[in-house]
Nanobody, 124 residues
Framework: QVQLVESGGGSVQAGGSLRLSCAAS????????MGWFRHAPGKEREGVAV???????TYTDSVKGRFTISKDSAKNTLYLQMNSLKPEDTAMYYC??????????????????WGQGTQVTVSS
């Protein structure tokens, strides 16, 4: 079982930036897939960005060019840099890790370890 602790959420105005961090309790370098997800009221949980073992990344269309996912294996930490934030980015953001091998995609059903979430609120 992996313990994941997110931080960095908050309230910002549209156009602002936030950097989310996710500290993992175990060595994450060899883990197959890590990602950031968000859940807004009245909407389904959405896969925002994922990064695989080799560092390859995929993003949902709405954040491409604005968000960047990265990981620091030495610190066992996953990051999400969010720039040019929009009100529609408002949501609870979660990091997740999938320990089983396989293709790294943004389907939340394939992830088996989740953090507690951090709230991001963007005002217009």
């Amino acid at each position: 079982q992996v313990q994941l602790v997110e931080s960095g959420g908050g309230s910002v105005q549209a156009g602002g930036s936030l950097r989310l961090s996710c500290a993992a309790s175990i060595y994450i370098y060899s883990r197959s897939c890590m990602g950031w997800f968000r859940h807004a009221p009245g909407k389904e949980r959405e896969g925002v960005a994922v990064i695989d073992r080799a560092g390859r990344t995929t993003y949902t269309d709405s954040v491409k060019g604005r968000f960047t996912i990265s990981k620091d294996s030495a610190k066992n930490t996953l990051y999400l840099q969010m720039n040019s934030l929009k009100p529609e980015d408002t949501a609870m953001y979660y990091c997740a890790v999938r320990l089983s091998p396989g293709y790294c995609d943004r389907n939340p059903a394939t992830f088996d370890n989740w953090g507690q979430g951090t709230q991001v609120t963007v005002s217009s």
